[in-house]
C-alpha cells in the first residue's frame, strides 16, 4: 500500500527534485525555484509513492499556496488521511 502524504516525506521531494537542505511548511514550490518541468517530476514522485494520479499531483502543485496546503491537496486525492 502507498504511503500517506505527509509533510516531512513532500518536503524530502521537493527538496531532492530542486536541490535544496531543507524545506519549510510555508515554503512555496515556485517560489522556491521550482518550474513546470520540476513539478512534473515531483508529481512522478507523487505517484510512485502515494500512489496518487500524477495529474493530481501536478495539480496539487500549481493550486497549492505551500507545502502544507499541498500535502492536504495529495491526501485528498488519495482518498486517505492520518499522520
Given at each position: 500500500?502507498?504511503?500517506?502524504?505527509?509533510?516531512?516525506?513532500?518536503?524530502?521531494?521537493?527538496?531532492?527534485?530542486?536541490?535544496?537542505?531543507?524545506?519549510?511548511?510555508?515554503?512555496?514550490?515556485?517560489?522556491?525555484?521550482?518550474?513546470?518541468?520540476?513539478?512534473?517530476?515531483?508529481?512522478?514522485?507523487?505517484?510512485?509513492?502515494?500512489?496518487?494520479?500524477?495529474?493530481?499531483?501536478?495539480e496539487?502543485?500549481?493550486?497549492?499556496?505551500?507545502?502544507?496546503?499541498?500535502?492536504?491537496?495529495?491526501?485528498?486525492?488519495?482518498?486517505?488521511?492520518?499522520?
Open positions: 500500500m502507498a504511503d500517506i502524504p505527509d509533510e516531512r516525506t513532500v518536503a524530502e521531494i521537493w527538496s531532492g527534485v530542486i536541490g535544496l537542505e531543507q524545506v519549510a511548511p510555508q515554503d512555496n514550490f515556485f517560489d522556491l525555484g521550482g518550474n513546470s518541468i520540476l513539478a512534473a517530476r515531483v508529481s512522478a514522485h507523487f505517484a510512485a509513492r502515494f500512489g496518487v494520479d500524477p495529474v493530481d499531483g501536478f496539487a502543485l500549481f493550486d497549492a499556496d505551500d507545502l502544507t496546503h499541498t500535502v492536504e491537496l495529495l491526501r485528498a486525492a488519495t482518498g486517505r488521511t492520518g499522520q
